[in-house]
C-alpha cells in the first residue's frame, strides 16, 4: 500500500508557472506508475499526465502538452508536476495517483481514473486572469 501527499498548490496569475510535489510513503515506489488528475468545480475528475516507472515515458492530455511536465525522483518516493504559462482553465484541484498493477506501459490506459489504486488529498491550484 502507498500513501501519497500532495504539495505547492496555490494562487498564481495567467502566465504564470507552478510546481506540483507528491510524496509518496513505502519502499517500493518505483514499481508504480504515477499520474496526474485535476478536477474543477462542477466538472468531472481528468487526466493530466503519466510517468513511467523509471521516468523514460511521459504520457500528456491534450491539453497540458507542451505546457506541463511530469517528471519522478524515485530516490525521494516523489512526482513533480511543473506548470508553465498557466491558463485560468487550469483552476482546479489537483490530484497524484499510483497505479501499482498495470504491466505493460501504454498512455491512453493510464488515462483512465479508474486504472489507479491510490489517490492523494489533493492540492488546489487556481489561476486569476
Known amino acids: 500500500q502507498v500513501q501519497l501527499v500532495e504539495s505547492g498548490g496555490g494562487l498564481v496569475q495567467a502566465g504564470g508557472s507552478l510546481r506540483l510535489s507528491c510524496a509518496a510513503s513505502?519502499?517500493?515506489?518505483?514499481?508504480?506508475?504515477m499520474g496526474w488528475f485535476r478536477q474543477a468545480p462542477g466538472k468531472e475528475r481528468e487526466f493530466v499526465a503519466a510517468?513511467?516507472?523509471?521516468?523514460?515515458?511521459?504520457y500528456y492530455a491534450d491539453s497540458v502538452k507542451g505546457r506541463f511536465t511530469i517528471s519522478r525522483d524515485n530516490a525521494k518516493n516523489t512526482v513533480y508536476l511543473q506548470m508553465n504559462s498557466l491558463k485560468p482553465e487550469d483552476t482546479a484541484v489537483y490530484y497524484c495517483?499510483?497505479?501499482?498493477?498495470?504491466?505493460?506501459?501504454?498512455?491512453?490506459?493510464?488515462?483512465?481514473?479508474?486504472?489507479?489504486?491510490?489517490w492523494g488529498q489533493g492540492t488546489q491550484v487556481t489561476v486569476s486572469s
Open positions: 510517468i513511467s516507472w523509471k521516468g523514460g515515458s511521459s
Open positions: 495517483a499510483a497505479d501499482g498493477h498495470i504491466s505493460m506501459w501504454y498512455g491512453p490506459t493510464l488515462a483512465d481514473q479508474y486504472e489507479y489504486d491510490y
Open positions: 513505502g519502499r517500493t515506489f518505483s514499481s508504480y506508475v
